[in-house]
């Protein structure tokens, strides 16, 4: 049973536009959130998170929102960037704030187009 | 710093045979992770040690795999037999506390 589901496999929106890419979660017990970009052939990368005691978190062109009574969290992107075309994976941590045990979404592969 | 090496990046082999994947975390990083990643199950996290001890293998999938950290700069994961269904791309990690840092993976493919 996937507790961390990324329900769209792919995106695909023109550069300079918003990619939003979503993540929903079963778990009342998680209380951290993440997101990971992969690029083909190497490993995901730390791009962002998100506390539970939090409704928001930006960073850069990078914001996370959490709305935890939907047990939803989305990332958006603005503006998006073809260098930003990649897999987004969704994780979610119950381990109090520190993410050493992560449960991830299967992923959405975001297509920036130029 | 070189970041978390993982090898092989490629890995063939037949059915039966025994396949044993490396990883080399990040000097001082306490905790490591090995993960599997397929199409239809996504990134599953399989193990992971705290301070060269596994804490969590609640994830490791039949008794034939297995996974050792005999120090703080290298850990295991050994698959005997190895199954088709086995073929995936494995992925260790490594952390201090808070962000995981990913290796580039090992894709194994068992025939």
């Known amino acids: 049973d996937q507790q961390v589901k990324q329900n769209s496999p792919s995106l695909s929106v023109q550069e300079g536009r918003i990619s939003i890419l979503n993540c929903d979660y079963t778990n009342s017990m998680f209380d951290y959130f993440l997101w990971y970009k992969k690029y083909p052939a190497e490993g995901p990368t730390f791009l962002i998170s998100?506390?539970?005691?939090?409704d928001k978190n930006e960073d850069g062109r990078f914001t996370v929102f959490l709305n935890k009574s939907a047990k939803h969290l989305s990332l958006h992107i603005v503006p998006s960037q073809p260098g930003d075309s990649a897999v987004y994976f969704c994780?979610?941590?119950?381990?109090?704030?520190?993410?050493?045990?992560?449960?991830f979404g299967k992923g959405t592969l975001l297509t920036v187009n130029p | 710093d070189a970041g978390v090496i993982q090898s092989p990046r490629h890995e063939v082999t037949e059915m039966g045979q025994e396949v044993t994947l490396r990883c080399k975390p990040i000097s001082g990083h306490d905790y490591l992770f090995w993960y599997r990643q397929t199409m239809m199950r996504g990134l599953e996290l399989l193990i992971y040690f705290n301070n060269n001890v596994p804490i969590d293998d609640s994830g490791m999938p039949e008794d034939r795999f297995s996974a050792k950290m005999p120090n703080a700069s290298f850990s295991t994961l050994k698959i005997q037999p190895s199954e088709p269904r086995d073929s995936a791309v494995y992925f260790c990690a490594s952390s201090p506390l808070d962000e995981q840092f990913f290796g580039p993976g090992t894709r194994l493919t068992v025939l």
């Open positions: 998100i506390s539970s005691i939090k």
């Open positions: 994780a979610a941590s119950d381990s109090g704030g520190s993410n050493y045990k992560l449960t």
